[in-house]
């Protein structure tokens, strides 16, 4: 079971992993924008579905290398690490990408709004790259089943950002209507981004050995 330390430090850590611009946010935004909120919601309900994929995935691949390879947990908290500098740096980095950038879109039917959401979140590099570098961070496989640790993670990072991305996807025309009047709080939101994720990685980097 896991600690509440590490409980809370995973959900500041998905928050602000999902708050970061890439696909899912970007097409959910987008059909949101182009074809109504109810377009938005049913785009992320693909989304989150393409969550538990990666879950199950990473969960079975995560469970059966930290017993096999015990060096493994090193290597994959600085890849970890690594994972987040780069992607602060993708924050702030001049010409950087905004959440509410979003393309236009062509009207679909529900069924491919659902589908598309489905696909862009299983092949979205970010996902896989989270789920494999940044979970092992939280296990500890003294305390019990590191298969049962990992499914009350992707449990706690689903909910973050289903939550997150509706709220997003609910408001995305008045904030994008905001954010375009205001470049200041563009380039707010991306360097508190940024800054966030380079602490996070620093943190990750240095821990104790658990």
């Given at each position: 079971?896991?600690d509440?330390?590490?409980?809370?430090?995973?959900?500041?850590?998905?928050?602000?992993l999902?708050?970061?611009?890439?696909?899912?946010?970007?097409?959910c935004?987008s059909r949101?924008?182009?074809?109504?909120?109810?377009?938005?919601l049913?785009s992320?309900?693909g989304?989150?579905?393409?969550?538990?994929?990666?879950?199950?995935?990473?969960?079975?691949?995560?469970?059966a290398?930290?017993?096999?390879?015990?060096?493994?947990?090193?290597?994959?908290?600085?890849?970890?690490?690594?994972?987040?500098?780069?992607l602060?740096?993708?924050?702030?980095?001049?010409?950087?990408?905004?959440p509410?950038?979003p393309?236009a879109?062509?009207a679909?039917?529900?069924?491919?709004?659902?589908g598309?959401?489905?696909v862009?979140?299983v092949l979205n590099?970010?996902?896989?790259?989270?789920?494999l570098s940044f979970?092992?961070?939280?296990?500890?496989?003294?305390a019990g089943?590191?298969?049962v640790?990992?499914?009350?993670?992707?449990?706690?990072?689903?909910?973050?950002?289903?939550?997150?991305?509706?709220?997003?996807?609910?408001?995305?025309?008045?904030?994008?209507?905001?954010?375009?009047?205001?470049?200041?709080?563009?380039?707010?939101?991306r360097?508190?981004?940024?800054?966030?994720?380079?602490?996070?990685?620093?943190r990750?980097?240095?821990?104790e050995?658990?």
């Open positions: 079971m896991l509440l330390h590490d409980l809370l430090f995973f959900s500041l850590a998905a928050l602000v999902v708050l970061t611009p890439g696909p899912n946010m970007i097409y935004v949101a924008l182009c074809q109504g909120r109810a377009a938005g049913l992320l309900a989304v989150l579905l393409g969550f538990v994929v990666h879950l199950a995935a990473a969960s079975l691949g995560l469970t290398l930290l017993l096999a390879v015990p060096f493994a947990f090193d290597a994959l908290r600085l890849a970890g690490a690594a994972y987040l500098l780069w602060a740096w993708q924050a702030v980095r001049p010409g950087g990408t905004a509410f950038q393309r879109l062509p679909d039917p529900p069924a491919r709004l659902f598309m959401g489905f862009t979140n590099p970010k996902v896989a790259m989270f789920y979970f092992p961070q939280f296990l500890h496989p003294q089943s590191v298969l640790q990992t499914l009350q993670l992707g449990a706690l990072q689903i909910g973050i950002s289903g939550a997150v991305n509706c709220a997003l996807v609910l408001g995305a025309a008045r904030i994008t209507a905001f954010l375009s009047r205001s470049e200041g709080w563009l380039r707010a939101q360097w508190v981004m940024g800054s966030v994720l380079a602490a996070l990685a620093v990750i980097a240095l821990p050995r658990r």
